[in-house]
């Protein structure tokens, strides 16, 4: 039985890693997903998705500038469907650099992109999901948890992120809104590929630190992250509201 037909998703950075397979995974269980990306067009997210046959719209947006771009984003969701149930801010911008070599623009953009753009999307999508009694689910990172040298920025985002999602919990409350999070470890995708190569200087650096992950057995594969997602967007967890959940096997706790 799918748990989640008939209804509305919404899932930003979904064209590829954790954000596609979420949008994989819940289109699987019967919602309606729009998917996000940062241009206008992504044939290959779409054309996966809707030759699984699920009912997909596509919505390209550079959350740069994240409060047009919420906008947009949530009315074209209800514009193709009416309602949003399900709303997963899982896009991301990443930042590897010294403290010294950090410029404002870099900043902005993590910021926006990490922190301003989901709290856009949950005000800009707040009427539709207290409508449906809908949840928000965050993606954030065990990075939140510590700092790692020269990723300052990113993990001050993602502690940000954290704290963002149990505060929006409590303001939605009364609304019937659940708000949640997710700390995923580190996970095949893009984005980890690409902050391996700014932190080790090359692509054979990356390529390496993959590789002596897997046999740490602590890389994560993003369809594991999409099950805990698709979980706290069920009925079977209607009482978890404001919590923020390291899913990363336990190797946030050492070696």
């Known amino acids: 039985m799918k748990r989640l037909k008939g209804k ?8 590829s890693g954790i954000g596609r397979a979420t949008a994989r995974a819940l289109g699987e269980q019967g919602c ?4 996000h990306g940062p241009t206008q067009d992504d044939a290959g997210a779409v054309a996966e998705l809707t030759g699984r046959g699920f009912d997909v719209a596509y919505a390209g947006q550079d ?7 919420a906008r947009h984003i949530v009315q074209a969701a209800t514009s193709r469907w009416g ?8 896009a991301a911008a990443m930042l590897h650099r010294p403290l010294d070599a950090v410029t404002g623009a870099q900043w902005d953009t993590v910021m926006a ?18 409508r449906t009694q809908g949840c928000v689910i965050l993606v954030s990172s065990t990075n939140a948890l510590g700092v790692q040298r020269n990723n300052l920025v990113y993990d001050t985002s993602k502690a940000a992120l954290n704290h963002l999602a149990m505060g929006l919990a409590l303001e939605l409350r009364d609304d019937g809104v659940r708000v949640n999070a997710l700390m995923p470890g580190g996970t095949r995708s893009p984005l980890l590929e690409r902050w391996q190569e700014e932190a080790s200087g090359s692509r054979e650096g990356a390529r390496q630190m993959m590789e002596a992950g897997e046999r740490r057995g602590s890389i994560a594969e993003p369809e594991w992250i999409a099950d805990a997602a698709v979980a706290l967007a069920s009925g079977e967890m209607n ?3 404001g919590a923020v959940i390291p899913v990363d096997g336990g190797f946030r706790l050492g070696r």
């Not at 309602?83 to 899982?90: G, P, T």
């Not at 992109?113 to 207290?130: D, H, I, M, S, W």
């Open 8 to 15: 509305v998703a919404v899932v930003t950075g979904a064209v």
């Open 63 to 69: 959350l740069t500038d994240p409060v047009p771009g």
């Open 113 to 130: 992109v990490n922190v301003k753009a989901p709290f856009f999307l949950v005000q800009a999508a707040r009427r539709e999901l207290t």
């Open 239 to 241: 009482w978890v509201n």
């Open 32 to 35: 309606s997903v729009l998917i």
């Open 83 to 90: 309602r949003i149930d399900i709303l997963v801010s899982n």
